[in-house]
């Protein structure tokens, strides 16, 4: 139950606390927050960049480097192996806190001087040939790629998590054990699929949704434990291949007949009204093993977290843009195994560090950047424990009278441009909406067009037509213009998948898949079986009998959208 309502001091719009958000506060000692859920979440996404890349040199060593810091942009960008070296050290750029002035400018100052990773990775350190990859560690062999960690010869993907992570291309929330995927939404243990979505369990499976256990099928929905199907239906080993066969998805025209055929197919089926296993108290979507978290997408194995998305083995944590192995934390983008990280960007084994980007392996920090090993600093400052903890106490003092403790780093300090971040995916504005809305906006972004030297109605339509030629051509994105061309690993796995040249850039390709999925979103709506329409009969007498069910429930299915969307009874009444 509610027991307090607040008005969010950005949309106007009222939101509510209950008993557990104000203990959660209380435990973690902040003050309840001055914006919703939505607000908070889009203001987090400010300051990520998982995509937008551009050539740089690194300020150490002169080489020329990928970052996710436009060259115009005024801080000091080191790449990987110079940031990670001991050659530098970041309490060198400490200084005192000036008690006159607002803690935010201050941190933003510090920003600007402490040296920062060229893209958010270990590559070189704990990843191998990983440079084209933004908040990726532990992996190896991939390219194009944001939020990943164990995996090997991924490429153009987003949100990968291992171990046996493998052989990817176009993968977005793939999880463990999947291999060789193309074009997949939310898999797990997966092998040889491609069109692929909110699955688990397929061997050699094409354009199926939420089937499990199964080899395989192809364009169907909701099987389980199934061999040789199509649209549904069992057939013959010989007849399924002759089916595949007829189908030509070698070629682009084929590809695109079945994605149209297959997106109306499934249109035809009730949905599950989230897609949650194995949890107790939860609501969101595409959770797996999960207890009392609410607001919660694409995460296995948390406890007690809300407004979370994408990650593992979270416990007591609120507000999260990815993360793992992480508790007691609150509105940070991917704290990975921290305690007590509030308000952090990018903070790995660290623990009870507050306001604070860049620092790994670290404890009691607040206001800091890039330290490595690092206690007992504010604003990089190395202090002895008790004074730390009386400087710690007044510093908050000062942030309370300003406003400024509690919320989150302000989007206007943020070190991109609302373009450039993974807001502008979730959130789309445009250019003139965005500097309206007090955004910072970033107007030359890097990529080409109009260099192409190849059309791509000239391309082949199939893959077994393409000669090892094409990685020379320069192609412009059917969607957006945006130049791109083919690497060579990925023309291998084409052929090896007999898979068309895709002709959308990565860009538009990713889009693409944000958009097909279901969003981090809630509605509160009413189980759809018997409700009168005559797009699907029930194959099995329910216990709700022949009215309508009045079964409620939260589901990220919007009440405007076409499918037909079944309690968890129900739905399994039908489909399991």
Known sequence: MSTETKNCARCKNNFALDDDDLTFYKKIEV????LCPVCRRQRRMTWRNDLTFYNRTCDSCKRGIISIYSPDKPMTVYCQKCWWSDSWDAKSYGRDIDFSRPFFEQFRELLNEVPLMSMVNDDGIGSVNCEYTQNVSFAKNCYMGAMSWKNEDCYYFFEISGPEAKDIVDGLDIFQNCQTIYESIFLESCFKCRNCYYASSLVECLFCYDCHGSNNCFMSYGLRNKSYYFKNRPYSKEEYHKIIESYHLDTWSGVQRAEKEFREFIKQYPHRFAHIRNSVHCTGDALFNCKNSTYTFNARGNEDTKYFESGNVLKDCYDLCTGGETSQSYEGLTPDMDYRA?????????QETTYCQDCHSSKHLFGCVGLKKGEYCILNKLYDKATYKALREK???HMKKTGEYGEFFPSHLSNFGYNETSAQFYFPLIREQAIAQGFKWQDKVQFTTGKETKTLDTVPDSIRDISDTVLDDIFACITCSR?????????KFYR??????PRQCFFCRNQARIKFKNPYTLWHRQCDCNNGN????NTTTHF??????LNEFETTYSPERPEIVYCEACYQSEII
């Open 483 to 491: 130049n791109f061309r083919i690497v060579p690993e990925e023309l």
């Open 496 to 501: 090896k998948m007999d898979i068309p040249l």
């Open 544 to 549: 709700h009998a022949s009215v309508r069910c």
């Open 534 to 537: 005559n797009i699907y009969q």
């Open 31 to 34: 003050p309840s927050p001055k």
């Open 395 to 397: 510093l908050i003092a």
């Open 342 to 350: 509030l308000f952090t960007i990018f903070t790995w084994k660290s």
